[in-house]
T-cell receptor
């Protein structure tokens, strides 16, 4: 089935450790996105990538890093510089720009808890 | 910049009641508008969308009309079910630049039998 796969679903981390969240899509979408969800705050954009080997900061990029070496993959690293990393992280993708009405397709999410 | 404002929840209704969740937006240009639904512990699923003024999006008994004059996209359903209990997000697309979605803060709906 086509879709977006995020892993792990749950992750626990000690303070001071980096952690990488995986996001893989087989929808042949060009653009991929990472959002952070906190209770009562909706979703906030961390990073996005519209094409392979290129990515841009979103609204809350500090303490995060990404790579886009393959079209299918857009991993997110939560570094020790992120002051409040406990959150629910959502990966999304969308069709190429010219055919895009703006709809994003989301994965199931990864819940990160810092102990 | 772009922003989306939703009514705060939780909204608690009895089964078969009428539902309205208000959503207003601020945007440059003419964005597409969306409602997404999130069930506990899951990602977001697209519920419905509208791409231009006066369009009505509909799905699973839910409807929303793109009102440019009032910059609104209110979600309605005539008769809710317990299975509709979830968090609902209103969002608008940025059709230039980032082409990301800007989300409202979400409204939790609880439907009681």
């Amino acid at each position: 089935d086509g879709g977006i796969t995020q892993s792990p679903k749950y992750l626990f981390r000690k303070e001071g450790q980096n952690v990488t969240l995986s996001c893989e899509q087989n929808l042949n979408h060009d653009a991929m996105y990472w959002y952070r969800q906190d209770p009562g705050q909706g979703l906030r954009l961390i990073y996005y990538s519209q094409i392979v080997n290129d990515f841009q900061k979103g609204d809350i990029a500090e303490g995060y890093s990404v790579s886009r070496e393959k079209k299918e993959s857009f991993p997110l690293t939560v570094t020790s510089a992120q002051k409040n990393p406990t959150a629910f992280y959502l990966c999304a993708s969308s069709m190429q720009v010219n055919a895009n009405t703006g709809e994003l397709f989301f994965g199931e999410g990864s819940r990160l808890t810092v102990l | 910049g772009n922003s989306v404002t939703q009514m705060e929840g939780p909204v608690t209704l009895s089964e078969e009641a009428f539902l309205t969740i208000n959503c207003t937006y601020t945007a440059t240009g003419y964005p597409s508008l969306f409602w997404y639904v999130q069930y506990p512990g899951e990602g977001l699923q697209l519920l419905l969308k509208a791409t231009k003024a006066d369009d009505k999006g509909s799905n699973k008994g839910f409807e929303a009309t793109y009102r440019k004059e009032t910059t609104s996209f209110h979600l309605e359903k005539g008769s809710v079910q317990v299975s509709d209990s979830a968090v609902y997000f209103c969002a608008l697309s940025e059709l230039v630049g980032r082409r990301a979605l800007t989300f409202g803060s979400g409204t939790r709906l609880q439907v009681q039998p």
